[in-house]
């Protein structure tokens, strides 16, 4: 599973050299650029008006210019070691009413697509077009629009994601296009099946799916394989902002159902893109402390890697014999959920007063119990906050049997029929 980072808020577009440098040396080893960034929202709703020209900074005089304006960008990535495996293509404001800028829109997609093949990108996230578009005409407007970027996207082998939108409605958030998972995979299924190829895909914003209230878990179900990208972002629950995954929290709950997110990759056994997008986060954080805001962001990824990618069941199903190691709330879990399919011989502990006790009705044991197992036996760790320790404990009695850690609290909690089986407590 590939993890990017988002150039959003972190790579200016005057000197992008300082911003794409810190984002290597956080450890990613891929950005996502912005296109929005060379061709601006506010500068489009300006465009043609009588408004300062200072406003139209961000647009290129000709669209063929985006290229020009975009290039140091790609130069100075390639110095930072660093691949551009997607870009989002630029697009209007939320609230615009400016029907007449969909063409301008248009061209600007249409030489997006052309530089992704330039950079070696090939997958470029588009907007569908909403101005002045009312609600029932906007699947044949847009399918014209798609298909119409759909002959360039042949020709420069890039792949077109389509992405969940909000609408703002008098200052509130609303469902917008392709924000029902119905209607996005229907979408995109016809639009492949127009072009006879896999031309098209999604790109599944998380952010914007938790501020609009909807089930993470379903939406992810429902998408399935035509999920390409996953856009990692939290917000507050009540406007959208683009902040580091965990940190918009009131008293430890976050706002974003991330369980539930999660439940819904590992159901679709997603292996593909992660983007992280910490544009607010970014921007908050002193400029000294940046890249170690940029090195969590990281961590996060990872952490999102192993819990999506981690298959328990496969794992377990290696072995014919296993014992637990942590007679806490993790090894509950482990009872509950694989107690049956594949029980424990026993369980083992630190703690000399849980001895001889039971747990899910199977007996406690001393760690020094483990010595008389064959080698084939696995010992499947139960604790979050201190694995690492005891496989070194392990390891230091000479232990040589296969060693795994069961570290599935966020697969399990608020899932249907698993509730109760949360977070909290998790590593004891």
Known sequence: MEIACRSA????????????????????????IDFSAYAEAEA???????????????????????????????????????????????????DTKRGDLNVLLENLTQESLRICRRVGC????????????ARAEAWEVNRSFF????????????????????????????????????????????????????RFGFCFDVGIAG?????????????????????LSDNDGYGESALL???????????????????????????RKLVLQLESTAKSFPFGLRTDVLRMARRV???????????????????????????????????????????PLFVCDNNKALWRQKIEGVEIRSPQALLALP????????????CRSIEDQLRGMGLKNPIVVFNNEYLFAKREGNEGLGTGGAGC
Not at 13 to 23: N, R
Not at 166 to 175: K, T, Y
């Open 147 to 198: 298909l119409r970027l759909a002959e360039t996207a042949k020709e420069q082998d890039v792949q077109i994601l389509l992405e969940n939108q909000g609408r703002n409605v008098s200052g509130h958030l609303i469902r917008g296009i392709c924000a029902d998972e119905d209607e996005a995979s229907r979408w995109v299924d016809e639009l492949n099946a127009a072009c006879g190829d896999d």
């Open 375 to 386: 080698e084939d036996c696995a010992i499947v760790i139960c604790n979050v906050f201190h």
């Open 122 to 133: 090939r997958m470029l996230v588009v907007r569908p077009l909403f101005a002045g578009v």
């Open 211 to 231: 501020l609009l209230g909807q089930d993470l878990d379903a939406f992810v179900r429902g998408m399935g394989k035509r999920i390409k990208i996953v856009v």
């Open 9 to 32: 808020g972190i790579v200016s577009a005057e000197e992008p050299g300082h911003g794409l440098m810190e984002i290597a040396e956080a450890g990613f080893s891929e950005v996502m």
């Open 245 to 271: 995954p965990f940190t918009a929290a009131v008293k430890g709950d976050s706002k974003t159902d991330w369980p539930r997110c999660i439940a819904g990759l590992r159901s679709i056994g997603y292996r």
């Open 301 to 343: 990824g990872e952490f999102f890697v192993e819990q999506v990618g981690a298959d328990m069941e496969a794992q377990l199903r290696r072995y014919e014999a296993r014992v637990l190691f942590g007679a806490g709330n993790l090894c509950r879990l482990y009872g509950k959920v694989f107690g049956t399919a594949y029980p």
């Open 44 to 94: 489009l709703e300006a465009f043609g008006t009588e408004k300062n020209m200072a406003e139209l900074s961000r647009l290129p005089e000709d669209v063929s210019a985006l290229w020009e304006t975009a290039r140091p960008f790609w130069e100075e990535a390639k110095k930072a070691s660093l691949s551009i495996g997607s870009a989002c293509a630029p697009y209007l404001q939320q």
